[in-house]
């Protein structure tokens, strides 16, 4: 070294000094010492800058005092000054903490200071802060590796001035579309140039909302951006709007090329859909299925699917069978009535075992319902690409044909049982005609048991001939040939039916009267499998039939014909008069007369002895080509047929001498019996038997009433078959009318005469006949039949309730009144049960009794004196009071009247109206109205019509008068 050099060569203790004041100096580095032990003993300023320590804070402190938390754990700084002082220096960038918390990216050097014997005396640090160029150099980083992302990702970015209309694209970008990278760009002026017309209209209203928005919002869309070459492919733009330095407005955004990835997508929505349609359809078709189907997951169990008529039997839902355990849920058994246990359960087998479980009959038992039978197997499944392992189950409802077969079954055993049970035989065979079966009454009737039977020709066991039938002439018909039914039903494939009765050969020489049916056995298939014959012994019902017969058409009592063929005969009879050419008939009604003394002295067999006695007696004078019948107790009838009327009247007078000549003779006694006869000719003039015995019914009645025993020929045009056919069409009149309520009550006013009553209402109750628009029908008219035909009691009821009904719905009425006089017939007095009948409604209203007074006729009231006599007494103990009509045209009124507690007496009008001319009449009148005074009887006269007779009847004291004159009868509801 020149000498000059080393003058200026400072010593080392200058040095040493002018070298701490560059260390104090430096500014971009800390440096700082420590000891052996890592504390440290000097620090520059720049490390107090730098750390954020001063250095009073940091000499005396180690060195991890600047490390973080983390280092620290680790206890990274004695790790680092064990490396200085193993190597002599150690150096590292990584992040260091500051005093406030801050980190910064360091550069450190840590040297490991030796003296002169290579000592350790301490370390050294120099610290650098990069954190500058750090973040720099992850800027480029980060560019790059945007720009790779960028380029794997088929991306560019842009950016639109708005006001310079600037279009700014990237080299990425610019190679997206087609460009060269470092080429021109595409006409930038007008961004739609790059954009596919049909999304310009959405790109510019997205552009128009952002751009007005506040805050302003991000662009995102998807669009089709044209390339160079003419195609478009889909992009994702984004792009956030900015504003430069100056102010202006700018979009700068990135664009990714999608359009594989949009196509792949579409296609993928394609196949989506595609496969969502046929699961869809898959789901239908399972669905569909008569069958319940279910999908669970291996090993779980878990039910993942179950079609419709799995959900709509079994009832549980997906939710419900999270395991196999779950399949308890369902109370399945055995055919043997055992639940199965979870892992019992076809399904579940399946997954434990993972091989297929072939089908078993299961039941079903619902919750409230019948038990149902299913057929259910089992099997794993994996569908290739799916990794998941399933296993299916099949349940086949097979409770119809299970079902069907124990009905079946049953209806087999029962088909036995019954076979074997019933009285007919039947026998089944082959198409051959070869016996296969036959039953008890089959080996009963052929005398062949089934064993012996079994595979013989049908016409060897059964040999069936026709029915023997006599000739005409009375000779019995030769047997027909034998007939084999099974033989014939097969020949014509159709069931034969046996027309009569045919004769069956037993093996042991029996005979039996059997009918047959023969049918054809048909298969399933359509096909004709053979035959069945049945066999019904008829040897008895038809010896019951022929007995019934006879009995079904003629009395059991005497043996004559009874009604029933009488009337068949007399049809028969009419239909050939009524041809041409034909002869006549006659048709004699008998009817007895006194045969209820026979049956009332010495009882019912006696009467039965009589009747069959009597038809004998009768038979001696009837043709044998007549019909004599008995067609009632004791009425009989005769067809007499081929004769004239005159020849008819013959016959009846003999059966009218021979009735008078008959003596029956019982218990000592000697009967006599008279006959009424009503004769009728059957000259074409009546076609209906109907018709036919009512007009002898007629012609009985009226030689009944013309004296009894005696024949009465019906003639036509006579008065009395006139007669009879009014008392006819007015019996149906009133029978109608109760129907119909034609019916009506109308009263007639009775006045007080001489201050006899008390000024209240008294009237009489009369009876009509509605008769439309020609008016009222008045008794006379219908009454008389009524009488005749015994439906006066009837009459009686109906005009007592509505008398009563009407009175007792009339209160106001009721009481303002003095007498309700209601007309009661002959019949209705002798009758026991219309006395209580009246007694029990009289007490069942609320009118009172003596408010009530019941009219009856001499002629009635004295026709049955005794029961009269009761009826009146009876129905005085309730109250009510009584009038004796008509009085004064019998022989002895006044003898009866002492006897009868009569309280009023009507004198009969036929003296009211002659009393002013006749002084016999006159006299009449007075004369009973003074003994019924006498006797305590108030007296009413009847018809008074004028005013000359109301004067008379004044005179003499009668206390009461009725008549047209007085007032005419009115409805009973005016």
Same mark, same amino acid.
């Given at each position: 070294?020149?000498?000059?050099?080393?003058?200026?060569?400072?010593?080392?203790?200058?040095?040493?000094?002018?070298?701490?004041?560059?260390?104090?100096?430096?500014?971009?580095?800390?440096?700082?010492?420590?000891?052996?032990?890592?504390?440290?003993?000097?620090?520059?300023?720049?490390?107090?800058?730098?750390?954020?320590?001063?250095?009073?804070?940091?000499?005396?402190?180690?060195?991890?005092?600047?490390?973080?938390?983390?280092?620290?754990?680790?206890?990274?700084?004695?790790?680092?000054?064990?490396?200085?002082?193993?190597?002599?220096?150690?150096?590292?960038?990584?992040?260091?903490?500051?005093?406030?918390?801050?980190?910064?990216?360091?550069?450190?050097?840590?040297?490991?200071?030796?003296?002169?014997?290579?000592?350790?005396?301490?370390?050294?640090?120099?610290?650098?802060?990069?954190?500058?160029?750090?973040?720099?150099?992850?800027?480029?980083?980060?560019?790059?590796?945007?720009?790779?992302?960028?380029?794997?990702?088929?991306?560019?970015?842009?950016?639109?001035?708005?006001?310079?209309?600037?279009?700014?694209?990237?080299?990425?970008?610019?190679?997206?579309?087609?460009?060269?990278?470092?080429?021109?760009?595409?006409?930038?002026?007008?961004?739609?140039?790059?954009?596919?017309?049909?999304?310009?209209?959405?790109?510019?209203?997205?552009?128009?909302?952002?751009?007005?928005?506040?805050?302003?919002?991000?662009?995102?869309?998807?669009?089709?951006?044209?390339?160079?070459?003419?195609?478009?492919?889909?992009?994702?733009?984004?792009?956030?709007?900015?504003?430069?330095?100056?102010?202006?407005?700018?979009?700068?955004?990135?664009?990714?090329?999608?359009?594989?990835?949009?196509?792949?997508?579409?296609?993928?929505?394609?196949?989506?859909?595609?496969?969502?349609?046929?699961?869809?359809?898959?789901?239908?078709?399972?669905?569909?299925?008569?069958?319940?189907?279910?999908?669970?997951?291996?090993?779980?169990?878990?039910?993942?699917?179950?079609?419709?008529?799995?959900?709509?039997?079994?009832?549980?839902?997906?939710?419900?069978?999270?395991?196999?355990?779950?399949?308890?849920?369902?109370?399945?058994?055995?055919?043997?009535?055992?639940?199965?246990?979870?892992?019992?359960?076809?399904?579940?087998?399946?997954?434990?075992?993972?091989?297929?479980?072939?089908?078993?009959?299961?039941?079903?038992?619902? /919750? *409230?319902?019948? #038990? %149902?039978?299913?057929?259910? +197997?089992?099997? =794993? !499944?994996?569908?290739?690409?799916? @990794?998941? $392992?399933?296993?299916?189950?099949?349940?086949?409802?097979?409770?119809?044909?299970?079902?069907?077969?124990?009905?079946?079954?049953?209806?087999?055993?029962?088909?036995?049982?019954?076979?074997?049970?019933?009285?007919?035989?039947?026998?089944?065979?082959?198409?051959?005609?070869?016996?296969?079966?036959?039953?008890?009454?089959?080996?009963?009737?052929?005398?062949?048991?089934?064993?012996?039977?079994?595979?013989?020709?049908?016409?060897?066991?059964?040999?069936?001939?026709?029915?023997?039938?006599?000739? /005409? *002439?009375?000779? #019995? %018909?030769?047997?027909?040939? +034998?007939?084999? =039914? !099974?033989?014939?039903?097969?020949? @014509?494939? $159709?069931?034969?039916?046996?027309?009569?009765?045919?004769?069956?050969?037993?093996?042991?020489?029996?005979?039996?009267?059997?009918?047959?049916?023969?049918?054809?056995?048909?298969?399933?298939?359509?096909?004709?499998?053979?035959?069945?014959?049945?066999?019904?012994?008829?040897?008895?019902?038809?010896?019951?039939?022929?007995?019934?017969?006879?009995?079904?058409?003629?009395?059991?009592?005497?043996?004559?014909?009874?009604?029933?063929?009488?009337?068949?005969?007399?049809?028969?009879?009419?239909?050939?008069? *009524?041809?041409?050419?034909?002869?006549?008939?006659?048709?004699?009604?008998?009817?007895?007369?006194?045969?209820?003394?026979?049956?009332?002295?010495?009882?019912?067999?006696?009467?039965?002895?009589?009747?069959?006695?009597?038809?004998?007696?009768?038979?001696?004078?009837?043709?044998?080509?007549?019909?004599?019948?008995?067609?009632?107790?004791?009425?009989?009838?005769?067809?007499?047929?081929?004769?004239?009327?005159?020849?008819?009247?013959?016959?009846?007078?003999?059966?009218?001498?021979?009735?008078?000549?008959?003596?029956?003779?019982?218990?000592?006694?000697?009967?006599?019996?008279?006959?009424?006869?009503?004769?009728?000719?059957?000259?074409?003039?009546?076609?209906?038997?109907?018709?036919?015995?009512?007009?002898?019914?007629?012609?009985?009645?009226?030689?009944?009433?013309?004296?009894?025993?005696?024949?009465?020929?019906?003639?036509?045009?006579?008065?009395?078959?006139?007669?009879?056919?009014?008392?006819?069409?007015?019996?149906?009149?009133?029978?109608?009318?109760?129907?119909?309520?034609?019916?009506?009550?109308?009263?007639?006013?009775?006045?007080?005469?001489?201050?006899?009553?008390?000024?209240?209402?008294?009237?009489?109750?009369?009876?009509?006949?509605?008769?439309?628009?020609?008016?009222?029908?008045?008794?006379?008219?219908?009454?008389?039949?009524?009488?005749?035909?015994?439906?006066?009691?009837?009459?009686?009821?109906?005009?007592?309730?509505?008398?009563?009904?009407?009175?007792?719905?009339?209160?106001?009425?009721?009481?303002?009144?003095?007498?309700?006089?209601?007309?009661?017939?002959?019949?209705?007095?002798?009758?026991?049960?219309?006395?209580?009948?009246?007694?029990?409604?009289?007490?069942?209203?609320?009118?009172?009794?003596?408010?009530?007074?019941?009219?009856?006729?001499?002629?009635?009231?004295?026709?049955?004196?005794?029961?009269?006599?009761?009826?009146?007494?009876?129905?005085?103990?309730?109250?009510?009071?009584?009038?004796?009509?008509?009085?004064?045209?019998?022989?002895?009124?006044?003898?009866?009247?002492?006897?009868?507690?009569?309280?009023?007496?009507?004198?009969?009008?036929?003296?009211?109206?002659?009393?002013?001319?006749?002084?016999?009449?006159?006299?009449?009148?007075?004369?009973?109205?003074?003994?019924?005074?006498?006797?305590?009887?108030?007296?009413?006269?009847?018809?008074?019509?004028?005013?000359?007779?109301?004067?008379?009847?004044?005179?003499?004291?009668?206390?009461?008068?009725?008549?047209?004159?007085?007032?005419?009868?009115?409805?009973?509801?005016?």
């Amino acid at each position: 070294m020149p000498p000059s050099l080393q003058e200026s060569i400072p010593l080392p203790h200058q040095a040493a000094g002018m070298f701490c004041l560059m260390v104090q100096e430096i500014k971009e580095c800390a440096i700082f010492l420590m000891d052996t032990r890592g504390v440290i003993t000097s620090w520059n300023r720049a490390a107090e800058v730098m750390k954020g320590y001063r250095a009073d804070e940091a000499i005396g402190q180690h060195l991890s005092l600047l490390y973080r938390d983390e280092d620290r754990v680790r206890r990274w700084a004695d790790h680092n000054l064990g490396q200085a002082a193993e190597h002599g220096f150690y150096s590292e960038e990584t992040w260091r903490r500051r005093k406030d918390g801050s980190l910064f990216w360091a550069h450190i050097a840590l040297t490991g200071l030796r003296d002169e014997h290579d000592r350790l005396i301490g370390f050294s640090k120099v610290t650098m802060d990069l954190t500058r160029h750090k973040l720099l150099e992850q800027c480029l980083d980060e560019k790059e590796e945007n720009r790779r992302i960028m380029t794997a990702a088929n991306a560019g970015t842009w950016k639109w001035q708005a006001a310079g209309r600037h279009l700014a694209l990237s080299p990425a970008l610019k190679q997206l579309l087609g460009y060269e990278a470092g080429g021109a760009a595409p006409d930038a002026s007008d961004w739609r140039a790059l954009v596919d017309p049909r999304d310009v209209p959405a790109v510019c209203a997205r552009l128009r909302t952002m751009m007005t928005a506040m805050p302003a919002r991000p662009l995102a869309l998807e669009l089709r951006l044209c390339r160079q070459d003419g195609n478009c492919r889909w992009f994702f733009v984004r792009a956030d709007w900015t504003r430069d330095a100056a102010g202006q407005g700018e979009l700068s955004g990135v664009c990714v090329d999608i359009h594989d990835m949009r196509l792949l997508a579409e296609d993928r929505e394609r196949l989506l859909n595609e496969l969502q349609l046929m699961r869809l359809r898959f789901r239908a078709v399972i669905d569909q299925m008569p069958s319940g189907v279910f999908v669970a997951e291996v090993p779980s169990g878990k039910l993942l699917y179950q079609n419709l008529k799995a959900r709509r039997i079994f009832g549980a839902t997906l939710d419900e069978i999270a395991t196999y355990h779950d399949y308890v849920r369902v109370d399945i058994r055995d055919l043997d009535g055992r639940r199965l246990l979870a892992h019992e359960f076809p399904l579940a087998q399946a997954i434990l075992s993972g091989r297929p479980v072939p089908a078993r009959e299961l039941v079903f038992h619902p /919750p *409230g319902a019948a #038990p %149902r039978y299913f057929r259910v +197997g089992a099997t =794993p !499944v994996q569908a290739d690409g799916d @990794e998941r $392992r399933m296993a299916v189950a099949v349940a086949h409802d097979i409770d119809d044909l299970k079902r069907a077969q124990e009905s079946l079954r049953a209806e087999k055993e029962r088909a036995e049982v019954t076979l074997r049970a019933i009285s007919n035989g039947v026998v089944t065979t082959g198409l051959d005609g070869r016996i296969d079966s036959m039953n008890t009454a089959a080996e009963r009737l052929t005398g062949w048991s089934q064993r012996e039977a079994l595979g013989r020709p049908l016409d060897e066991v059964l040999q069936l001939d026709e029915e023997p039938a006599d000739e /005409p *002439g009375g000779q #019995p %018909r030769a047997p027909a040939a +034998g007939i084999d =039914p !099974v033989l014939r039903c097969l020949r @014509e494939n $159709r069931p034969v039916t046996s027309s009569a009765p045919a004769v069956l050969h037993a093996r042991g020489g029996g005979r039996h009267m059997i009918d047959y049916a023969a049918a054809p056995l048909q298969l399933p298939d359509n096909r004709t499998g053979g035959a069945v014959l049945v066999l019904n012994d008829v040897t008895e019902s038809r010896g019951l039939l022929k007995h019934l017969g006879y009995q079904a058409s003629h009395d059991v009592l005497t043996g004559l014909v009874n009604r029933r063929e009488f009337g068949v005969r007399l049809q028969r009879a009419l239909d050939r008069t *009524g041809q041409p050419g034909a002869s006549n008939s006659a048709l004699l009604y008998l009817d007895l007369d006194q045969f209820k003394i026979v049956n009332d002295t010495c009882g019912h067999a006696a009467g039965d002895d009589l009747l069959r006695q009597l038809s004998v007696a009768y038979g001696a004078h009837v043709r044998e080509r007549d019909t004599l019948a008995r067609i009632g107790g004791d009425e009989f009838a005769l067809i007499v047929e081929h004769c004239t009327v005159e020849e008819a009247k013959v016959v009846a007078d003999k059966l009218l001498e021979t009735t008078r000549n008959f003596r029956y003779i019982c218990n000592n006694q000697v009967f006599r019996l008279g006959v009424s006869i009503g004769l009728t000719p059957l000259d074409g003039g009546t076609t209906t038997m109907e018709e036919a015995l009512r007009q002898a019914d007629h012609a009985c009645y009226i030689a009944k009433e013309g004296g009894r025993n005696r024949v009465f020929l019906q003639q036509r045009g006579g008065a009395e078959i006139a007669q009879r056919r009014n008392d006819m069409y007015w019996v149906k009149r009133l029978g109608d009318a109760f129907r119909n309520d034609e019916l009506q009550l109308y009263h007639q006013p009775i006045r007080a005469l001489g201050g006899a009553g008390d000024g209240g209402l008294h009237y009489e109750i009369l009876l009509r006949m509605k008769d439309g628009s020609a008016g009222p029908v008045g008794p006379t008219s219908f009454l008389p039949a009524a009488e005749r035909y015994d439906i006066m009691q009837e009459v009686d009821r109906w005009v007592l309730d509505r008398s009563l009904a009407w009175l007792e719905a009339h209160p106001g009425h009721v009481e303002r009144l003095e007498l309700c006089t209601i007309n009661l017939s002959q019949r209705a007095l002798a009758d026991p049960g219309f006395q209580q009948y009246a007694a029990a409604r009289i007490q069942a209203v609320a009118v009172p009794a003596h408010k009530l007074c019941f009219e009856i006729t001499e002629t009635g009231a004295f026709a049955n004196m005794q029961n009269t006599l009761s009826f009146v007494l009876a129905l005085q103990r309730l109250g009510c009071r009584f009038a004796l009509d008509d009085f004064g045209t019998g022989m002895a009124s006044f003898a009866y009247l002492k006897q009868l507690p009569v309280n009023y007496v009507k004198i009969d009008g036929s003296f009211i109206q002659m009393m002013t001319s006749s002084t016999v009449d006159f006299e009449m009148v007075r004369f009973t109205n003074d003994i019924s005074h006498i006797m305590g009887r108030r007296t009413i006269a009847e018809f008074v019509n004028d005013e000359d007779t109301l004067a008379k009847l004044t005179e003499i004291g009668v206390d009461y008068a009725q008549g047209f004159m007085l007032g005419e009868p009115q409805p009973l509801e005016a």
